[in-house]
Nanobody
Framework: VQLEESGGGLVQAGGSLRLSCSFG???????MSWWRQAPGESRGFVSS???????KYADSVKGRFTISRDNAKNMLYLQMNSLKPEDTAMYYC???????????WGLGTQVTVSS
């Protein structure tokens, strides 16, 4: 299973970015998700979406980030608005075929928010 993220970059605080994740033919029967990891910190949950379209968000991104998926294109997205410097991290997409943490991960895309 190959997941590939794209769309990261450098943006000023208050700006927006849209991350994309190509998940190929992966059958993520539980859910797909976004996680992030800042330097010196552990990887943390950002958002998830299951096959019924139910979504979850970390409190720190609620109201600013929106997760979506296009199964016809095998794509997962994360629209990030009102970005803050504390959103700076490597962002990873994950695919879960069993309950719990994702079973498959992409290599990540860097998001840097300048103040």
């Amino acid at each position: 299973v190959q997941l590939e993220e794209s769309g990261g970059g450098l943006v000023q605080a208050g700006g927006s970015l849209r991350l994309s994740c190509s998940f190929g033919d992966a059958d993520c029967t539980v859910d797909m998700s976004w996680w992030r990891q800042a330097p010196g910190e552990s990887r943390g949950f950002v958002s998830s979406i299951d096959n019924d379209g139910n979504t979850k968000y970390a409190d720190s991104v609620k109201g600013r980030f929106t997760i979506s998926r296009d199964n016809a294109k095998n794509m997962l997205y994360l629209q990030m608005n009102s970005l803050k410097p504390e959103d700076t991290a490597m962002y990873y997409c994950g695919c879960a075929v069993l309950p719990g943490l994702p079973n498959y991960w992409g290599l990540g895309t860097q998001v840097t928010v300048s103040s």
